[in-house]
């Protein structure tokens, strides 16, 4: 009988690399699985409630830190990057300050990254033991409890940069990450350095103030978390900042001069669909519920549900310059809507019979 050729992790890691590379991932990186440090601030951070309504973080707790209790035996994670910039899509400033067009962020354009990530990193992880044979491994996105971007730092993918998000020097920070954590004895990768220096800009490019100090991020201020992970009421001091930003929000990417390096997604899945990239608010707020379920479906956004994007559009009227259009769309949805979305209408309308509905978006900014 003829026994199988010994583990070579080099070799390994090279097939791993060419399988990505095949599949379309734009870098990965091997990692070992201890970050004491970042398991530290995650717990300050969750200690500051700065996690808001999102149970899990707090749920989670260490196992987000620990690698190995939420997969046990594993020892490497392999981190992948996936850029995700629409170049195709509408300029983004220039959306933003289109004060009757809605802003959605640029990695909601096309369709649910979640999907085309964990098809291709499953894909990759097979191919793998196609090649070496069966080993242990789960693939993890986004919605695993991993702390995703310190792992992939330590795989040498990019630093955690001042807004919170990774960044690579050559490629800025509009990518997404996956993982796949082993029990492979894969070589592993420098850790990469940061490069932030003495640069501020995104901290106060961020219109809500959520950037509490360098590298520590109040979710319940942040944009992104009040347009699709807080389900309850947009605290009202909270909602003349969103400007016109209905999905996720980008400024403080948007200024990060590192950015200049990003890289045009290559991935089809990322192509904007449905004129995402400027659409009319007026027109998003006619959407019935079924032609939000019809239209959404297999992007990211469906996930947030028909209440969550309507009482997201309100407040981004209520932004909008007073016209008739606008009231009549807000008047318009106010008798059919839930008691959350009539309550963002009211407000809305209230700004426009108070004269407060005339925000110049670019200042908002
Ligand atoms: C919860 C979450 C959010 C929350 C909270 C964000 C956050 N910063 O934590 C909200 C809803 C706000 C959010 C928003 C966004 N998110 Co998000 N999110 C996550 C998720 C699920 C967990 C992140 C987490 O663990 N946070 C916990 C806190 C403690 O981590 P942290 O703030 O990053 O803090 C780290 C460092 O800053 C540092 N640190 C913390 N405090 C301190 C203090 C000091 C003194 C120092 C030195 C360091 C330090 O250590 C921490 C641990 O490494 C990850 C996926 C995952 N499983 O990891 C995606 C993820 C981070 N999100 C992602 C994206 C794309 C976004 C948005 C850009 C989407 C958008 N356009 O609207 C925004 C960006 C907002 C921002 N400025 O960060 C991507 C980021 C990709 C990248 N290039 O980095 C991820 C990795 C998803 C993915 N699979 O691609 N997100
Ligand atoms: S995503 Fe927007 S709201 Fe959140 S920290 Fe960045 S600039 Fe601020
Ligand atoms: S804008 Fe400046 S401080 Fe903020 S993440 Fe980019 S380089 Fe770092």
Redesign the pocket.
Known sequence: MTQPPPFDPAAAKRQLEAHARELGFDRIGVARIDIPE?EQ??L??LDAGFHGE?DY?RRHGTM?SRPQELAPGTIRVVSARLDYWPAAARDAAAVLGDAEGGYI?R?ALGRDYHKVLHRALARLAKELAADIGPFGYRVC??S???????LARNGGLGW?GK????ISRDAG?W????EILTDLPLPEDEPASAHCGTCTACIPACPTAA?VAP???D?RR?I??LT??HHSAIPHELRAAMGNRIY???D??LVCPWNKFARAASHPDFKVRHGLDAPRLTELFAWTEAQFEERMRGSAIYRIGYEKWSRNIAVALGNAPTSEAVVAALEGRRLGASELVREHIDWALSRHRSGAGTVDLQSAS
């Open positions: 970042d601030h995650l300050h951070w999102m973080m987000r962020s990695y996105v986004d695993a409890p991993v702390l995703e971007k310190a955690i807004h919170t998000n990774l920070s990518f997404f990450l996956g950037i590298y520590r991020l979710a942040c992104s978390y699709i992970e996720g929000c980008d403080c990417q």
